[in-house]
């Protein structure tokens, strides 16, 4: 299944020459909860502020991240989405790597901030959760209408329930736009105990 999955993602990612889309809409508007200083950059936190862009795709969000400081994982399946952040110049992100998150989950207590866009896989929630350093904060954005595939939709309020663990910061589940499309946003943050 696996190989399947990486054969599709490799074939949507084949295009050249695209720019770069813009972050989430759930990391943009929720800068607020990042670990910032007052000069915007990512604070210290025992070392380096770490952060993963999980099931990265062409890595916008830990690019926005990485311009702010953050020590950034990026991780996909599509060995072609990560040759393309790879070949980046300037190269900002500390960590790109071809995962399936799924069968290799990040490791518990890793990562102070955790940006999951337009993808869903109900059983990694609990290891994204467990990832989290305490006092850590998850931003999750995902398609609750306008997909074929049911299986890639979240129900009313699933993803409150999907990071129940969670104190939720902030969540918006928005009505279909006039394509049919929308895409619920959590921000939550692992207790500090």
């Not at 953050?70 to 900002?92: C, G, H, N, Q, Y």
């Not at 290799?104 to 999951?116: D, G, L, N, Q, R």
Request: with cysteine; hydrophobic share 40%.
């Amino acid at each position: 299944m696996s190989e399947e999955i990486a054969s599709k993602w490799n074939s949507r990612y084949s295009y050249s020459g695209k720019p770069m889309p813009a972050p989430a809409r759930v990391l943009s508007r929720g800068v607020r909860w990042l670990p910032l200083g007052e000069d915007g950059r990512a604070r210290e936190m025992e070392g380096p502020c770490k952060a993963l862009d999980l099931a990265c795709g062409r890595a916008a969000n830990g690019h926005w991240l990485a311009q702010r400081g953050f020590r950034v994982s990026a991780w996909d399946i599509s060995e072609t989405v990560v040759e393309e952040i790879l070949s980046r110049r300037p190269k900002m992100i500390y960590d790109v790597a071809v995962r399936d998150v799924v069968k290799v989950p990040p490791e518990p207590s890793t990562f102070h901030v955790i940006v999951v866009s337009k993808f869903l896989d109900r059983s990694l929630c609990p290891a994204i959760s467990a990832a989290l350093k305490p006092g850590g904060v998850l931003f999750y954005q995902t398609f609750t209408h306008g997909l074929s595939n049911p299986d890639y939709l979240l129900a009313a309020n699933e993803l409150l329930s999907l990071f129940d663990g969670l104190k939720v910061l902030e969540y918006h589940e928005p009505l279909p736009d006039d394509e049919g499309k929308a895409e619920a946003r959590l921000i939550a943050r692992r207790p500090e105990h």
